[in-house]
């Protein structure tokens, strides 16, 4: 079984790393929303995350200089199964043609 790509321990030197540089420069806000960031608690609509300015499905590399903190949301939104994202795929799938092989 493969391992998550957010398990390992490159990942997780980068986010604690991202979070930290974020909190000293005193990042309190999402930048996209604005909405308060919360540094203490995970898994909440405001939690602080870290964030790659450039896709790590697109060659970005995790660095503190490819990261920033948005909160949960932003980060979901933006991510391979956000919302923005089912929209396109939406879209895309409605422009497939279905070809028969068979003739019926």
């Known amino acids: 079984m493969a ?3 957010t398990g390992t321990a490159s990942y997780k030197r980068w986010r604690t ?3 930290r540089a974020g909190r000293k ?7 996209l ?3 308060e960031l919360d540094y203490e608690h995970g ?3 405001n939690s602080a995350e870290p964030d790659h300015i450039i896709a790590w499905a697109v060659g970005g590399t995790n660095t503190v ?3 920033r903190v948005i909160c949960r949301r932003c980060n979901q939104k933006r991510g391979k199964g ?4 089912s929209q396109s795929k939406r879209e895309a799938a409605s422009r497939r043609t279905i070809t028969t092989l068979i003739n019926w």
């Open 25 to 31: 420069a005193g990042v309190t806000r999402c930048p």
């Open 3 to 5: 391992t998550s790509r």
């Open 33 to 35: 929303c604005e909405v």
């Open 17 to 19: 790393a991202v979070l």
């Open 82 to 85: 956000g919302r923005e994202n």
């Open 65 to 67: 200089d490819n990261g």
């Open 43 to 45: 898994r909440k609509p």
